[in-house]
Every structure is written in C-alpha cells, then in structure tokens.
T-cell receptor, first 114, second 115 residues
Framework: GAVVSQHPSWVICKSGTSVKIECRSLDFQATTMFWYRQFPKQSLMLMAT?????????EQGVEKDKFLINHASLTLSTLTVTSAHPEDSSFYICSARRGGQGQYFGPGTRLTVL | AQKITQTQPGMFVQEKEAVTLDCTYD???????LFWYKQPSSGEMIFLIYQGSYDQQNATEGRYSLNFQKARKSANLVISASQLGDSAMYFC????????????FGTGTRLTIIP
C-alpha cells in the first residue's frame, strides 16, 4: 500500500521558536497533501490543503502566517509552526492524496512547546 | 454544511463478539464518500473501509463491513469476531463533492476489547 512518512515523529521546543515538520509520500507522487491537527482526546481537524507548486488553502480560523506550508515537490510538503507557543502543542498529521484512491495518512508528529 | 456524528464516545466488547460502531452524516451533496479509520495509541490513522454514495452494495473488507443506510444517512461499522488488537479509537469520515478531497471527521469512538 501507499506509504507516507513524517519527520520528526516528536519534537519539544521552547516558546517563541519555529518548528518544521516534513511530510513525504514515499512510493507515489502527491499533488495534494493535507495537514490536520488533533488535540488530546479530540478528532482530527483539517488545517490546510497543500497543493504542489501553488499556495496552500487554509481552513477558516487557521492563521496562515503562523502555520507556513510549502509543497515544493510532488513528494514533499512541509509545515512550519512559527513562533510556537504552548497552545500550539498538539498532534499534527499529514495525508497525501493518491489519485482516486483517497488519502493516505502519515504517522503523525507530536509537538510539545514549553 | 457537512457533518459527521458518532454518538458513542466509548464501547466495551467481549473478545470474539461482533461490535457495531455508529455513524450518521448530514450532507446535501448527492456525491460523497464515507470512510472508517482506526487510530491505535501510536496515533497513526489506519484506513479500514470505504463506501461511495452510489455504491449499491455494502462495503466489506475482511472482518469489517459497513452497514450503509442511505435514507437514514447512517454508515455504521461492523467488526465481526473482535480481537484484542481491535482496541483503538475509530473515526468515521466523509468526503463530499467528488473532486474536493477534504475529509470531515466525527468525534470518534474508543473501543475496548475485553479478554
């Protein structure tokens, strides 16, 4: 089956710093990737749709200047949490769209901001 | 607006018994897709089963089957012969308006299998 990886799997950072999370489709090309955020014991909430070669589309209420998304190639999308604060601590999951086969999810990145 | 509802926050089931996880949805789009995902404690989202709105038959994948009742707008997941490894969070999700690949997730059901 399709494989999507995320790096790092977990990260701890100080308040005010920026953190970059990578999402890679390992065995297929993905023109569209998605970024989700999941708070403890809650569901996944879509943050943005990442399109290769163009600007990301953000969901209502998501700050695009805080959550920078770059989809520079057909196999890589990055999410940068800028000036992270403790309230940004969450589980971030990416998914990659593979043609008509739906979305394949990465293993997630747990971000803790101290 | 599209909405997914899972009314069971938690369920306990005896090993080897069948279990039904409820999911209802609301959409005005005629074309949509319904998904079930399993999320173990590790956090990864594991795809289980898919049902398209125009599919005539209920989807099945091994021990998983989807009880699709279109008129009632329900898409319940049935797991037969439950196993200890089935203990996890289960999310129902809907993709609406083909071409728009966005997924809307329900709040999830935590399933615990009792030995």
């Amino acid at each position: 089956g399709a494989v999507v990886s995320q790096h790092p799997s977990w990260v701890i950072c100080k308040s005010g710093t920026s953190v970059k999370i990578e999402c890679r489709s390992l065995d297929f090309q993905a023109t569209t990737m998605f970024w989700y955020r999941q708070f403890p014991k809650q569901s996944l909430m879509l943050m943005a749709t990442s399109n290769e070669g163009s600007k990301a589309t953000y969901e209502q209420g998501v700050e695009k200047d805080k959550f920078l998304i770059n989809h520079a190639s057909l196999t890589l999308s990055t999410l940068t949490v800028t000036s992270a604060h403790p309230e940004d601590s969450s589980f971030y999951i990416c998914s990659a769209r593979r043609g008509g086969q739906g979305q394949y999810f990465g293993p997630g990145t747990r971000l803790t901001v101290l | 607006a599209q909405k997914i509802t899972q009314t069971q926050p938690g369920m306990f089931v005896q090993e080897k018994e069948a279990v039904t996880l409820d999911c209802t949805y609301d959409t005005s789009d005629p074309s949509y897709g319904l998904f079930w995902y399993k999320q173990p404690s590790s956090g990864e989202m594991i795809f289980l089963i898919y049902q398209g709105s125009y599919d005539q038959q209920n989807a099945t994948e091994g021990r998983y089957s989807l009880n699709f009742q279109k008129a009632r707008k329900s898409a319940n997941l049935v797991i037969s012969a439950s196993q200890l490894g089935d203990s996890a969070m289960y999310f129902c999700a809907m993709r609406y308006n083909f071409g728009n690949e966005k997924l809307t997730f329900g709040t999830g059901t935590r399933l615990t299998i009792i030995p």
